[in-house]
């Protein structure tokens, strides 16, 4: 390593003026530091008193505070008026209106937005809106700055609307008529016209034709071709209030006129007008007026005025399709090339030959010949309904291909937004674009991708059921390049940072399963999909392959497939060293329980979801109990009585051995929401159990019936010998007590038949407390009966509540119960004996 060198400083008087303008730098940069900084006085003229109510404050501020606290009571106008809207009326208002009149532009604008807030939020009547704020708004409506004028004009246009027609007839339409003279300013002018548009449709024709229309008139004459732009544009808006007849006979003749302004924005603005008035005019007025003005734009549009050609070509489609009815098939047959040559405008190549007589196009040229082919593209729809689908192949398809082609980013975004539409026309004939579809699939730019995929389940649903073919596998051999598009899509997403478009993608890669055969599904994508859950790093996207994981194995009907598939998802994700997977899992869990049945819910998963309340991480357990209420109800009574058993275990030992204070109070709030739940039940198998018990207690009451009589039998014949023999009284009591004793074995193993196996031995609770608080949240769940656990016994308690059942199954207690009467009456048997030989004895 080099040691380092230190020039010497130079102190000659020459870079002794440098270092001094060096420092000087340093001090101007700092100083809008210092200059931010508020002084104590300007603290201290900020301050305001706290104990003055909003009111008090408001006025004080708008009264002797500075320009940004008065800013900051206009900003809070709409919560004043909310509050207290009298005293605001009354005191806040009229000082706000004396300092618009000096205040400066943020103010203003702030004062505009405030006002419009107030309207929306219907604070005030209209009445009281009317009187209070109207005046103000129509103040400063004029005002000098444009940006101020039309954030003031915006909040009267919508006043307008709510108005009265009165009101908006003596306040606003009255005084329009001196505002809209040539003597006033050019802002006033272009205020009035606005404004007429809007109150067109707020009147009846006649007064519109006796007031309104000739400031119309007025106004289109204008000496400033911004007033006739602007005049122009309203023209729709009146012609919409006063009706077709009226509309031919003066709305169309101003057109006319106006489309042959010397200025080209009044020209744009005659021609957008005339395209969206169309269905107004009838076929006369289509063919004789508007048709010619129509054929002269497109025609100046090449050569003197490409100033329209932007316009021309984004309106093209519903000018074509409007007149459609009076061209001629030369007209549609021109009108057609139009298109093709707007179509490739600006383009290097065109129909496959170059062309070097081109001249270099400059930045903004060739800007604006993106645009026209864009709105081509948009445009394209509207022209297949132009030619017929059937001719599409042959006049369309050319084009379509160009399109999808672009070497622009903007025009193939277009197409894949209507490639939708396309393939919605062509219906039959979708098969004739399925290489654009691949293309576009495999596009490098990811926003085209993106505005493909937002349609791509329909579109492959269309190229699959209306195919060349029938079958649905031939079907697919008509794109044979569709897998690899799509597989070669989803990794360019991946490897991509817009992980919104991944998402996107995965999410409408689910419908697959109706496109392409499940083998295909599970070799080139179902995998894929699991893949993307072990290894991504965004939830979104994690959760999204997941949810289409599970829909492909929903469709997948092959046995050994589907149990490597869930036999994965339990090892990786359920059992996976990594308690992100493990999260991931209860997700998958999750949408298995959307979309699967039940019974396979609880067949395949429910145990592993289980095994999740031993999990080391907290956040798995509390996610985990966020899931039991639906768990839980993935179960039937009595099917899934020993997967019940296992729920309840869990709770107890989460209640019992939990040491997370937060999974704890989760676990609690879970409790009550599963003691609220009602478990389905299984009608079928709760009758086939119901029988198969009631079989069981027939036989027995049977065999006790046959074993009394029996028994009575022998014991009239003890009474007749118990005079020749006394020792065959002990005998008879000793043989008692061994059957009492075999009747109560018996008894005893009919109640441990309850008791799951499995579960014959389970542990306590460390503490009683614990112990004691889990039988009372489990009681809750019960609400049927409850076990308290012992070492070698376990007691029934019942809750008076619904009919569901905790620990014990309903069969289980009825063997229970059978068991005690059979107890009983063993007893009073023996009771019975022992009293009948007493009585024998005190008799001899």
């Not at 006979?249 to 302004?261: F, H, M």
């Not at 989460?654 to 609220?676: H, N, P």
Request: aromatic fraction near 6%; charged fraction near 25%; proline fraction near 3%.
């Amino acid at each position: 390593m080099r040691p380092l060198t230190f020039s010497k400083m130079d102190f000659s008087q020459s870079n002794l003026f440098g270092y001094i303008e060096d420092l000087q730098e340093l001090t101007i940069i700092e100083r809008p530091v210092r200059r931010s900084l508020k002084t104590p006085e300007e603290i201290e003229r900020l301050t305001v008193d706290e104990e003055l109510s909003d009111i008090e404050r408001a006025v004080y501020l708008l009264s002797s505070g500075q320009d940004i606290q008065g800013t900051s009571v206009v900003a809070n106008l709409p919560v004043l008026m909310r509050q207290n809207p009298a005293e605001t009326l009354r005191r806040v208002l009229p000082k706000i209106r004396e300092v618009l009149h000096v205040a400066g532009v943020e103010m203003q604008l702030t004062a505009a937005v405030s006002f419009l807030t107030v309207l929306q939020e219907e604070s005030v009547s209209i009445h009281t809106y009317s009187h209070s704020f109207l005046h103000i708004i129509l103040q400063n409506l004029e005002h000098r700055d444009a940006g101020v004028s039309n954030a003031w004009l915006e909040t009267l246009l919508a006043v307008i609307e709510a108005l009265p027609k009165e009101t908006v007839r003596h306040e606003i339409l009255n005084p329009l008529v001196s505002k809209a003279q040539l003597a006033q300013t050019l802002q006033s002018r272009l205020v009035s016209c606005k404004i007429m548009g809007k109150v067109a449709n707020k009147f009846e024709a006649h007064i519109i034709k006796r007031e309104v229309l000739p400031l119309v008139k007025s106004l289109c004459q204008d000496v400033e071709y911004e007033v006739r732009t602007c005049m122009c544009r309203q023209l729709e808006h009146i012609a919409r209030g006063i009706g077709t007849e009226l509309t031919k006979t003066v709305v169309l003749p101003e057109l006319v006129e106006l489309a042959r302004d010397e200025g080209s924005s009044v020209r744009l603005a005659a021609f957008e007008t005339l395209v969206n008035l169309l269905d107004m005019f009838d076929a006369d007025d289509r063919s004789q007026t508007v048709l010619p003005l129509v054929k002269s734009f497109c025609e100046k549009s090449f050569k003197a005025d490409e100033s329209i050609l932007v316009s021309l070509s984004f309106h093209l489609g519903k000018l074509c399709n409007g007149l459609y009815g009076i061209f001629t098939p030369e007209q549609h047959l021109r009108f057609l090339e139009f298109y093709k040559k707007l179509s490739t405008l600006g383009l290097q190549q065109e129909n496959g030959h170059n062309d070097n007589q081109l001249q270099l196009q400059t930045l903004e040229q060739e800007k604006k010949y993106i645009s026209v082919r864009k709105n081509c593209a948009y445009n394209f729809p509207a022209m297949i309904v132009f030619v017929d689908p059937k001719n599409f192949h042959l006049e369309l398809y050319s084009i379509f291909f160009c399109l999808c082609h672009d070497p622009e980013v903007p025009v193939r975004y277009t197409m894949a937004i209507s490639f939708f539409e396309v393939a919605k026309l062509l219906n039959s004939d979708v098969y004739t674009i399925h290489k654009e579809l691949v293309t576009l699939l495999q596009d490098e730019s990811l926003e085209v991708l993106d505005a493909l995929v937002g349609h791509l389940p329909e579109i492959l649903e269309l190229m699959a059921n209306r195919g060349e073919n029938n079958g649905s596998e031939s079907k697919l051999l008509s794109i044979p390049d569709l897998i690899p598009a799509l597989t070669t899509a989803e990794q360019r997403a991946a490897t991509s940072l817009k992980w919104r478009t991944h998402e996107k993608l995965l999410q409408k890669y689910a419908c697959l399963p109706h496109i392409i055969s499940s083998d295909q599904i599970y070799y080139r994508f179902l995998h894929r999909m699991l893949t993307i859950i072990l290894t991504n790093n965004v939830l979104p996207v994690q959760k999204a392959a997941a949810r289409t994981l599970c829909i492909y194995l929903r469709y997948n009907r092959k046995q050994e497939q589907r149990h490597e598939v869930i036999q994965k998802l339990i090892e990786q994700l359920g059992q996976g060293k990594s308690y992100w997977n493990r999260l991931r899992f209860l997700d998958t869990c999750e949408f298995i329980m959307e979309l699967f049945s039940k019974s396979f819910f609880c067949k395949y998963f429910f145990l592993p979801v289980l095994e999740l309340t031993h999990d080391p991480v907290a956040n798995v357990r509390m996610k985990l109990c966020y899931l039991l209420p639906k768990v839980k109800s993935t179960l039937k009574i009595p099917t899934d009585k020993h997967l019940l058993q296992q729920l309840e275990l869990c709770i107890r030992k989460l209640l019992c051995q939990e040491k997370d204070k937060d999974v704890l109070s989760i676990v609690k709030r879970t409790v009550l929401e599963l003691d609220r739940m009602e478990i389905s039940v299984d009608a079928e198998q709760l009758e086939k159990e119901k029988q198969q018990t009631e079989g069981r207690s027939t036989n027995i009451n049977d065999k006790m019936f046959e074993k009394k009589r029996r028994d009575s039998k022998a014991s009239s014949v003890l009474a007749k010998s118990i005079n020749l023999s006394i020792p065959g009284s002990s005998s008879g009591t000793s043989a008692g007590k061994e059957e009492k004793k075999s009747k109560l074995v018996r008894s005893q193993s009919f109640s441990t038949q309850a008791l799951h196996p499995k579960y014959s031995n389970i542990d306590k609770c460390p503490n009683k407390s614990s112990a004691t608080g889990y039988t009372s949240s489990v009681s809750g769940m019960g609400k049927s009966c409850m076990l308290s656990f012992s070492d070698d016994s376990f007691r029934t308690h019942s809750t008076g509540s619904s009919g569901n059942a905790a620990f014990l199954p309903s069969s289980s207690s009825r063997n229970l119960f059978n068991s005690a009467d059979q107890k009983n009456n063993g007893n009073k048997e023996s009771q019975s004996r022992r009293m009948s030989i007493k009585n024998r004895k005190s008799n001899s």
